[in-house]
């Protein structure tokens, strides 16, 4: 009775979430339609997928999509002439699980419905290339491309309850807010052999753990940087600051964000990246950024090719001179 109520729940979901999204799949076959880079420009439009209530980067305000990952999928979409279309991404157990519901095969509640390209997919080989216990590689049916940030975890502090953050350990005395089931709250719950896990405190989201700091329940609240950065310019969080301490022992401290596209799809993949590596190069995406009250660093896949001063410029930061 349970399986069939999470069943009807979701389903539920699915309708209300996705009622006003385009269906262009085939309703006889009940299967996606097979988008290619020639059918995208015909169509005049560009399906973008994007996780839903998820700040700062895809979000709703009054009904209309918001945030640094929807801005980008709009200039994708004016690059390429067409229009742009929102496609919400309700998050599955595991990022696979999302590549194969919007991506290239579909979910079974909505068989029908893909997008065209998803973003905020890490763009990491080894996952990229992840293989099973057999050898078959475990991605083989999606496109992991165009890095469009570099991404970090960052920490905010109340400078009322603490003078500074050099350290993590401070959080063997000070609580501190994390999302639940995040890699900060495994962090902060396993690291320095479990001194700190009785100071960690579990929350919705970042907003929630900002919330609670304002409150005075935590002293700090560990995030991406992007969350941390769109909390600290809300007026009434006006009173915290980015504390500038390393993670020890988190394995990745930062990490290029991209997009993902169907196998198949590889011309489409070419158009996306070409308009992507010109929004980083010629400092328009950290325009986009900084309009957002968000930092922009430029990921690595660009930094192993590009000079300190086409860096500097695709950052916005002042240039000496030529």
């Known amino acids: 009775m349970k399986a069939l109520s999470g069943v009807i729940i979701l389903l539920l979901v699915f309708q209300l979430a996705f009622a006003r999204e385009v269906d262009d799949g085939d309703p006889l076959l009940n299967r996606p339609a097979d988008r290619t880079y020639d059918i995208i420009i015909e169509s005049g439009y560009l399906?973008?997928?994007?996780?839903?209530?998820?700040?700062?980067?895809?979000y709703q305000v009054n009904g209309e999509p918001r945030g640094i990952d929807?801005?980008?999928?709009?200039r994708i979409a004016r690059e390429l002439g067409v229009e742009f279309r929102v496609h919400w991404i309700v998050p599955d157990e595991n990022l696979g699980d999302d590549l194969r519901n919007n991506v290239w095969k579909g979910h079974y509640l909505a068989k029908r419905r893909l997008a065209d390209v998803m973003m905020r997919v890490p763009?990491?080989?080894?996952?990229?290339?992840?293989?099973?216990?057999?050898?078959?590689?475990?991605?083989?049916?999606?496109?992991?491309?165009?890095?469009?940030?570099?991404e970090t975890w960052q920490i905010a502090f109340d400078p009322e309850k603490l003078d500074s953050v050099a350290t993590v350990a401070v959080f063997q005395y000070h609580p501190i807010g994390v999302e639940i089931d995040t890699l900060p709250d495994f962090y902060l719950t396993s690291g320095l052999q479990g001194r700190m896990r009785e100071k960690v405190r579990h929350y919705p989201n970042v907003t929630s753990a900002f919330e609670a700091m304002r409150a005075g329940e935590v002293s700090a609240v560990m995030g991406m940087r992007a969350e941390i950065d769109h909390e600290l310019a809300k007026p009434e969080n006006a009173a915290f600051e980015p504390a500038s301490n390393g993670f020890p022992g988190i394995g990745k401290q930062v990490w290029d964000v991209g997009m993902a596209i169907k196998h198949t799809h590889r011309q489409l993949g070419y158009a996306l990246e070409e308009i992507i590596g010109n929004l980083v190069k010629t400092g328009e995406l950290d325009t986009v950024f900084a309009n957002l009250d968000l930092q922009f660093s430029v990921p690595q896949y660009y930094r192993e090719f590009l000079s300190e001063e086409a860096i500097a410029r695709a950052e916005g930061k002042p240039q000496g001179p030529q």
């Open 70 to 74: 929807v801005e980008i999928g709009k």
């Open 123 to 150: 763009y990491d080989k080894e996952y990229a290339y992840m293989q099973d216990s057999t050898g078959e590689y475990i991605n083989e049916q999606v496109v992991l491309f165009g890095p469009y940030q570099q």
């Open 47 to 58: 399906k973008v997928g994007v996780y839903e209530n998820f700040p700062p980067y895809s």
